[in-house]
């Protein structure tokens, strides 16, 4: 039986200016670097407080990355979403959308990574909620396989 999550990965073109969005931007710990033994070149981060890995794979015999809208995204929580996004537009990452704000004080808003992954930062509200979705919006999660 699967016991729980371990990393996710997305593959990218350019690699180290991704490696500086996801510490420079987001704050992530980089846990391990190394290359496979196919030739992938491997990134490995950590957020504060967690214990799943994000990884980063540049394979150059795959081609250029190129992501689809509302492909996918990774959700991180943030303890002030205005002060993140004062950050993030400094380093010349803007918001792509939002901060959205529920009545509670929860927030969520989106950032787009180098390669046009798209990153959610939620706010929880001081009663721990954070926004929520109207479920017509939001009903799964799917994982697409060959």
Avoid at 20 to 31: A, H, I, Q, R
Avoid at 38 to 49: M, T
Avoid at 56 to 85: M, N, Q, W
């Amino acid at each position: 039986m699967i016991k729980r999550l371990l990393h996710t990965r997305y593959r990218v073109s350019d690699l180290e200016k991704t490696v500086s969005f996801y510490k420079e931007v987001l704050g992530l710990e980089e846990t391990r670097r190394h290359t496979s033994g196919r030739g992938s070149q491997l990134v490995f981060f950590k957020a504060p407080g967690g214990e799943e890995e994000v990884e980063l794979c540049k394979f150059d015999g795959s081609g250029p990355v190129v992501i689809g809208p509302d492909l996918t995204h990774l959700a991180f929580e943030v303890d002030d979403i205005e002060e993140f996004a004062k950050h993030s537009a400094a380093k010349g990452y803007p918001l792509s959308d939002g901060p959205h704000k529920n009545s509670s004080g929860g927030a969520i808003a989106f950032i787009d990574a180098p390669e046009g992954y798209e990153i959610e930062l939620i706010q929880r509200g001081p009663d721990g909620s954070a926004l929520e979705r109207p479920c017509e919006q939001h009903t799964h999660t799917a994982i697409s396989a060959p």
